[in-house]
Each structure stands twice: as C-alpha cells, then as structure tokens.
C-alpha cells in the first residue's frame, strides 16, 4: 500500500490553505531519516496560513512525497478542486498602491511581502501606482470595476478612503442615486475593499483585522474573508462632503489634523508633534449637536463585550437590513423619531461608526463599538482641565474606562448634527430642530460671552471645509476583506472538520 509522508504534522482548515502546487522533492533537503531506494519520489506542498499571537498570520507550508505517482496526483488534484469550490476568493484584483504613505513604504511592502503570496494564490492584479491625490478615486469611475472582484489599496486610512469615495461614488452614479441628497438611501457596494496598511495610523485595519501587518491583511484577501462596514455620510446644507467609517472628530483631533498637515515631512511622528503642541493649546469649541439615538441596536457604548469575528449585534443589524430592503417603500420617516439636542462648550465631538482601535491605542476611542451595527458612538467631552483631559486620553492607552468622567458623555446614534455657535445663526437649521423639539439642554455650561474660532472636522484623516455637518450612518454600506478581530484563534483549527488530517 504506497504511503503518503509530510515534513509537518499539522491540522489545516480546507478554508485556511492559500496553495496546493507539485513540488520537486530534494531528498538532500527534507532530510526523511532513513535509508532508501533510489526509487523517485513525487511531492506537493500544501502552503496555509499560521495564526500566531496578536493575530498576526503569516505563509506557511507542508510538502508531502510518496513513490507512487498517481496517488500524489490524485491529491494534488482532490486539494486543488476543494480549493476552487472556496467561491469567496478573489481571482482577479485591482490594486492601488500609494508610494507616498505613512514611512514611503508602500510599494516596496506590496513588490516584497504581497506580490508574491498573490502570485502564490493564482490571484491576477491590475496595479496602478498613485501619481497624485485622488488618482485612485477618479480612476475607479473610469474603469471596468466590474470585472473586479475586488478593490486592494496601500496606504493608509487616507488612500482607503479615496478608494471607498471612488466605490461608493461609482455605485452611487451608476444607479442614479444623488449623494447630494442626505435622506437618500445609497446602494450597497459588493464589490470587497483589502487594505495593505502603509500608512501612519492604519486604523480601518487595525480595526477590522486587529493587527496591521502587511502580510496578515494579503493573507485575509486571498482567504476572501468578507466584514461588512458602516459608512457614515457628512453634508452641509444639502451638500455631500464626504463618507466617514473611522473618525469623524472635531476640536482636539480637527485641530490636531490640520496643524499635522503641515508637518507630512515628518511621516507619521506629525501626529505625536501635532498631538502635543493641540493638548497645550486647550482650546474648547461651542455649539449645539442634535441627534437620534440609535434604538434599532441592542448594544450600547458602555457594554463590556467587544465587537468580534461573527458578531451577534452585527448579524442582528444584518437581519434588519434584509427586512427592510424587503419592504422598501413602507421604511419609517426619520422625521418621526425623537431628537435630543445638547449645547455646550467641548473640547473634542468624536463620532466614530468602529472602535478606531489603532498601534496608539489598540482599544480605540470607543471599545465597544460595532463595525457593522448601523450605528455611531457620538462622544463629547466637555470642557475640562488639562490635567482631567490627559486623564481622558491616557485611558486610550489602558484598561480604565475612558467614558466614566463626569466631564465625557457617549451616546450610540444613528444621525447627527452639529452647529458651532460662530455659525449658528446664519449656516443651520440645527437650532429650529432644538427649539422645535423638546431636548436636553446642558444647563451646566451656559454660553459665554467670550470670542471663540472654529476648529475642523477631521474625516477619517481628511479635513471638511464646513463646520456644520449632517451625518447619517448608512448600515453595512460596503464590505472589506477582513473577518474583524478574531477572539482567540490560536486552536482553532485544530477544532475544525475539514482538515488535511481528517482526508487522511
Ligand atoms: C499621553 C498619551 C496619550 C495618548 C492618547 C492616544 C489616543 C490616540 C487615539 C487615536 C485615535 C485615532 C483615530 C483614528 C483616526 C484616523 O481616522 C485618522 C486617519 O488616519 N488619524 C488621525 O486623525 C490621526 C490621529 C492621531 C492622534 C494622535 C494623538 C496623540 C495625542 C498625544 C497627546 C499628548 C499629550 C501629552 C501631554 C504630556
Ligand atoms: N501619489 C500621490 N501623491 C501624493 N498624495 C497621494 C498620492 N497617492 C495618494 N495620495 C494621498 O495621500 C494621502 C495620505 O495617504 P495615506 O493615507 O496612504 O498615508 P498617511 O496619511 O500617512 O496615513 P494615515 O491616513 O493612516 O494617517 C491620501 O489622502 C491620498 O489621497
Ligand atoms: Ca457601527
């Protein structure tokens, strides 16, 4: 009975293994311990992922030999068309690499570490590298993405973004949807986004993968994993601005993106300069924020369970999303629901629709938010002391609670609006919304009389020209190669049904 032998002992998911290929089998390399017939030997080596600590992935491989030749093809064979029913993969990509992110790295990272395991996977690549901002946004409206099975920035969260306007703005003209208008509902985008992280924060990766690492990301692009994500979109009066999936921050991070930006130079060191010389700066900024609590969700921003691979609160949301499509037309108004509006004097306004967990603080700016729930963590941080916003911020970085300071409120929203007061009074229409309806006026922080300036609002990186916003959070607008971060995966495959051992 011929045998089969293998140089690892080791348990691969069918849905883990990146390649099967016939390999030449060097008897002086694999070193098989005892004697044997000059017979020859007919090999395959079967590369997979290994998921090591911090969910970081990397390319491994097994080469199993035997004498008989059939039976290594029959193999070979049997692995290759169980690989072909893994109907998630990507065959075909469009990839955009950014040489100007983060530390100027982004092409020699795809050339050296991607490339190759793309090549590896029988994955096809169109590759265009960026010559100037939004090259790779204008592109996408120009080309055939349909033939595409997916988008693969590298950059960072800034070059993702323009790969995620250029999509859903593409989705949005070719089916006749005006972005302009705020209360449109736009049509999702299937088409799946990988990121390469090659930036300075690569938050949207950290966030979604737990990690950002190069290979770990092209590892979950060739699995073909598939994470919903929400988008938030930003107008002002009945102009679109921009989407948002990370942070959408005025105040302290406005302030500290737009004095960074002078600084690029400095790669990403800008954002600690710039973050130090905000936080001596101080400044607090006055304005109204109305907003509709997100009633749809069963999670709220203070809950101790995190969003994790398969999320019960995201599928829920999913659910409710095939409900409503179902129903289209009979969708209840916005209108209807009730608005809460809150006036003060904040030091930052921070609404994010993920954790934004990132290397500066891998749990995020709000720990327990959902990346696909339909939903915002609309923060305030009132205007407070030096020292009690260090303490707020110094919490990123630990396991205190950043949201338990009576100076810091978090609310989980579906839309919101903002108003500074310098604009109050000609820009929005927030104030008729507080006036209109009955809402929480913050009594502690009556308005001064003292001469205030705007800051800016920071979109995923990128600043907006316009102090009052209207944000809307649009469920699952699109979807990542990603799977979201992984509760333990150390022995998982060892518990999984369809291995190589069990083929055995
Ligand atoms: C004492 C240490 C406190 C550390 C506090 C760390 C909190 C870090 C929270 C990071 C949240 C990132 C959210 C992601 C936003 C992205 O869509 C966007 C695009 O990439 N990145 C930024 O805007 C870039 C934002 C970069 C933010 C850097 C903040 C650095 C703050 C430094 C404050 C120093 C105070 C020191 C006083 C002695
Ligand atoms: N060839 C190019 N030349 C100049 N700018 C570019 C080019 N290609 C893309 N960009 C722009 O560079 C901006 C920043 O890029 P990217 O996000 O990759 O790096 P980063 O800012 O260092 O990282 P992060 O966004 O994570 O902070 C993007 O908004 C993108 O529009
Ligand atoms: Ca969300």
């Known amino acids: ?85 893994q109907k998630s993969r990507p065959k075909q990509l469009l990839v955009y690499i950014n040489p100007y992110g983060g530390k100027r790295q982004g092409k020699r990272i795809y050339e050296q570490k991607v490339a190759p395991l793309f090549s590896l996977a029988s994955i096809s690549t169109d590759v265009v590298i960026t010559e100037h901002a939004n090259h790779a946004k204008d592109n996408l409206f120009e080309v055939n993405i349909y033939k595409y099975d997916g988008v693969v920035c590298v950059g960072g969260d800034g070059m993702f973004s323009e790969v995620m306007h250029g999509l859903i703005g593409r989705m949005q003209k070719d089916s006749g949807i005006d972005q302009n208008n ?12 990988g990121i390469i992280p090659a930036g300075s924060t690569d938050c949207i990766c950290y966030s979604t993968v737990g990690i950002s690492d190069p290979v770990t990301s092209a590892l979950h692009i060739i699995l073909g994993d598939c994470q919903p994500l929400d988008v938030s ?13 990370s942070l959408l921050g005025y105040g302290f991070y406005g302030d500290i993106l737009k004095d960074s930006e002078k600084k690029r130079w400095m790669g990403p060191m800008r954002y600690d300069y710039s973050g130090f010389k905000t936080f001596l700066s101080h400044h607090y900024y006055e304005g109204t924020i109305a907003y509709q609590p997100a009633k749809h969700t069963h999670g709220s921003p203070r809950d101790k369970e995190r969003c994790r691979t398969g999320c019960y609160i995201c599928k829920q949301s999913e659910k409710q999303l095939a409900e409503q499509s179902k129903e289209r037309g009979l969708k209840h108004e916005e209108g209807e629901e009730e608005w809460k509006v809150i ?36 923060i305030l941080v009132r205007k407070c002391s030096r020292f009690d916003f260090l303490r707020y911020l110094v919490r990123h970085t630990n396991q205190d609670d950043q949201f338990d300071f009576p100076f810091v409120d978090v609310y989980r929203v579906k839309c919101f609006q903002f ?28 308005a001064c009389c003292c001469s205030i300036v705007n800051s800016t609002w920071n979109c995923d990186g990128e600043t907006l020209d316009s102090s009052a916003v209207e944000v ?22 060892a518990h999984s049904q369809s291995s190589i051992e069990q083929l055995l």
């Open 1 to 85: 009975m011929p045998q089969l032998h293998s140089t690892e002992n080791c348990f691969v998911p069918i849905s883990e293994i990146i390649a099967v290929e016939e390999t030449e089998f060097n008897k002086k390399q694999r070193n098989i311990g005892r004697w044997q017939k000059m017979a020859k030997l007919h090999a395959f080596t079967v590369y997979y992922v290994k998921k090591a600590r911090n969910h970081r992935w990397r390319c491994s491989d097994a080469t199993f030999w035997c004498e008989d030749e059939h039976l290594c093809n029959q193999w070979t064979q049997a692995l290759k068309e169980l690989l072909e029913m």
């Open 182 to 193: 705020p209360k449109a509902s736009l049509v999702q985008c299937n088409i799946r986004i």
């Open 233 to 245: 979109s930003v107008h002002h009066n009945n102009t679109f601005l921009k989407y948002s999936v």
């Open 343 to 378: 006036k003060g004097k904040f030091l930052a306004i921070n609404a994010v629709s993920m954790s934004c967990a990132c290397p500066r603080s891998p749990k995020g700016l709000s720990p327990a938010a959902h990346l696909a729930d339909g939903s915002a963590d609309l």
């Open 419 to 446: 108003t500074s007061k310098l604009s109050e009074d000609n820009e929005s229409n927030v104030m008729d919304i507080g006036k209109k309806r009955f809402g929480q006026f913050c009594r502690d922080h009556p």
């Open 472 to 493: 809307r959070v649009h469920c699952q607008l699109m979807k990542l190669f990603a799977r979201g971060i992984e509760e333990d995966c150390k022995d998982e495959a």
